[in-house]
């Protein structure tokens, strides 16, 4: 994919694992068991199955925040990574550390992450755990701390919105909203994590001046690697994502009785304002870098087959590797979507009700990310098209991620499946990643 | 507009009105009073307020079918209706006719017509209670009788679908389907013709070998007169209707991580089929003969911001004065249809559910219609673009119809208004039309 963001590896020195480091390898097959062991809890949900809450029967996963089965793959993960010698901090929000030691237990713990489906999400919690055993089995002591993390409500399915402990970690929200935030049902995340007995007392201050660093792995979520045929990719930063609501009024008439050329029909308008922007990011020049634009949400009233549509509301989302792409699709879609409302006498809003600057990933870890990922024949780097926990973290330390292919792309539902030799080149690309950056902290604290 | 149905009155001998009914005229002044007098009740309903049936502070009308304001309405009627001359016939229904014995009593009674909003439906009973009125002042003994009908349930608001009661009385739907019909809150027509005491116990059953027939008065709901500036049309007929569902299944992903050329999404493949639709009707040759086409009903899933819309559902509305031209229009549609979803690939499917095939109204009573409305400056015949009462009454009776000027084209609309002297001339019509029919009948009763 073309990308305005710099090539973050470029210009660093080679980041060659020590020898001890370089014999370290994953196991696959243990990778892809601990995996399943980890959906042992949500296929059959302890919570009462309601219509918020139904039991799934098709492959995928029900692990709500904050419920029963929740509960107890956390007790699960805390009680695994214990084996590998870990110990434990649950902060204020219910995010679980879990904390092998390093050499010099001064320095914060370098980390890797996060919860979710089967695959999203969880599977760079299971490749986090992968390392901590090959850690462990061969008696290495790393020069830094490692740490497990598992934050707390990533999707934001029950507790809206998405990344929400991850985004109070990284000072987007306070712990009072965040403990506030309630689910359809009206309970509270704060006492449902006191429920199940995880609302951590001690706050996780994380403080750049310390130097940690986070690697997150994560499936694609999109079908590029599954097209290319390639089991991870070095991903360099997230795209540029605007949000927008789009209100257009028309006049309601009846359709029996309403001449075609003395209508204002909200719902044409909205059409042409669907394909208009569309066309802009197929046909306009930002189609080559990378720009998309996507209306996926529509309101339309009064909804009576007789009556002409006098109302009708569409979410717009625009992304690209670049803010100055995205404000460029912004542009064109509201010059061609007035030109549309202009020329069918419809009213619009356009409100831009969201900003999530383009964001680049630390150059070093990038860097360390290549190197691991090129010895697994993938040299490629990509920009996410999908915001991730790294999006908040990245605020308060060095950020990088690694993509694993998933298969046609499907994430967020039952379909959603990662092959086990591709969750392994994610665990491998991980491991290799991560010991290149103890390296480079141990060389770096040497020289100091 | 132009219309494949034949000039009903172009072959009718001249239907001259003779001496005594040529000097009768109708009262626009105590027409409107009488129109404003009806509005009485509805304003503020009598029945429990909620968010079912809200209280009305716009000016507009609700007086749901059956609730106590309908009751009031309905007294008030048949005492105001007594005051002329008439006795009065409630059918199991509910649907009233005041009727005024005429000279010859064994013949069925003329009609006119309906029930519904504060000039929608409700002004055709107000022109014939004008009708009554003249005739009582004038001491008129009709050769037929005459009779007022009252229509219960026409819009369908509370209890759907439309036009409920007329089509029991055409025989479109059972009394015990009828009766059985539901209002959200579950209340059934029957229990609530019951309750305000207008379930009446004797069938109304008409017959076409005693050749009544029905004038129906309606404001036009479309803009029509009001752009041509006229009080009055001749309406020789209804235009052809066909509803179909059209389901759209393409596929759900990551609006950031799908690339704008492997994406399957329905909302997009809508929007064209959209766009396509209203190419139809105003580009090709349908445009011409009146053509129309609408899709004012869409359902879309998952509504969420980024994710691409895997099922959409849309209403397609098709008109036109002939069949065949809605048929061409359907075959153009589907046609469309079918090229943007391959090109998109989307599954569609395709539902005609409800077809009203184009309606011819009785030529002689159009004839009528023509030569009183001609008399008034208004000689051009329309087709109907919405569907009335008329079109299940008159495969009992002979039908004839007169559209009113309405503002702005405007009706189902507390915004909906008529003017007094376009009112006056929508009774004037139906005075003069009813007179040369009742002169018909009285001499092609004396030829036999």
Same mark, same amino acid.
């Given at each position: 994919m073309a990308s305005s963001l710099a090539s973050a590896a470029s210009t660093l020195p080679s980041l060659q694992l020590s020898a001890k480091y370089s014999s370290l390898h994953i196991n696959a097959a243990r990778t892809n068991a601990t995996l399943q062991a980890a959906c042992t809890w949500g296929r059959s949900p302890a919570r009462p199955v309601t219509n918020l809450y139904p039991r799934t029967t098709d492959g995928g996963m029900n692990r709500l925040t904050c419920n029963d089965d929740d509960e107890s793959v956390r007790d699960w993960f805390i009680s695994e990574t214990q084996k590998y010698g870990c110990h434990h901090k649950v902060d204020e929000m219910g995010n679980i550390f879990a904390i092998r030691p390093g050499q010099n237990n001064n320095l914060p713990p370098i980390d890797t992450q996060p919860t979710g489906g089967k695959y999203d999400g969880i599977l760079g919690v299971i490749c986090g755990m992968e390392v901590l055993q090959v850690l462990h089995e061969n008696n290495i002591t790393t020069y830094a701390p490692v740490a497990v993390v598992n934050w707390t409500n990533e999707e934001g399915a029950r507790f809206p919105p998405a990344m929400l402990c991850s985004g109070v970690w990284g000072g987007e929200f306070s712990v009072n909203y965040a403990h506030g935030r309630q689910d359809p049902e009206g309970e509270s995340l704060g006492e449902e994590l006191k429920r199940i007995g995880y609302l951590g007392s001690t706050p996780w201050e994380p403080t750049k001046t310390q130097d940690p660093a986070h690697f997150e792995v994560h499936i /694609? !979520? @999109?079908?590029? *690697? %599954?097209?290319? /045929?390639?089991p991870v990719r070095i991903v360099k930063g997230v795209q540029s994502i605007r949000w927008?609501?789009?209100?257009?009024? @028309? $006049?309601e008439s009846h359709t029996g009785t309403t001449p075609m050329d003395r209508r204002s029909d909200a719902l044409l308008g909205a059409a042409k304002i669907i394909v208009e922007t569309n066309r802009i990011v197929t046909e306009n020049e930002v189609a080559a870098r990378g720009g998309r634009a996507t209306i996926a949400v529509i309101n339309s009233s009064p909804q009576s087959i007789n009556t002409i549509a006098g109302k009708v509301s569409l979410g717009l989302d625009i992304r690209a590797p670049a803010d100055s792409d995205v404000e460029l699709i912004e542009q064109q879609c509201r010059s061609g979507f007035e030109k549309i409302c202009r020329s069918h006498g419809l009213q619009m809003t356009f409100d831009n009700f969201w900003i999530s600057p383009a964001l680049n990933f630390d150059a070093t870890m990038v860097g360390c990310?290549? !190197?691991?990922?090129? /010895? *697994? @024949?993938? %040299?490629? /780097?990509?920009?996410?098209g999908a915001g991730h926990n790294s999006v908040y973290t990245s605020r308060k330390v060095p950020m990088a991620m690694i993509f694993v292919r998933c298969r046609d792309g499907v994430s967020h539902h039952p379909a959603e499946f990662s092959r086990e030799e591709d969750c392994a080149a994610g665990a491998q690309a991980l491991l290799g990643a991560y010991l290149r950056y103890d390296d480079?902290? $141990?060389r770096s604290t040497a020289k100091i």
């Open positions: /694609e !979520q @999109g079908p590029i *690697l %599954d097209v290319a /045929e390639k927008y609501n789009i209100s257009i009024t @028309g $006049r990310v290549k !190197q691991s990922a090129t /010895e *697994l @024949g993938c %040299d490629i /780097e990509i920009v996410s480079y902290i $141990r």
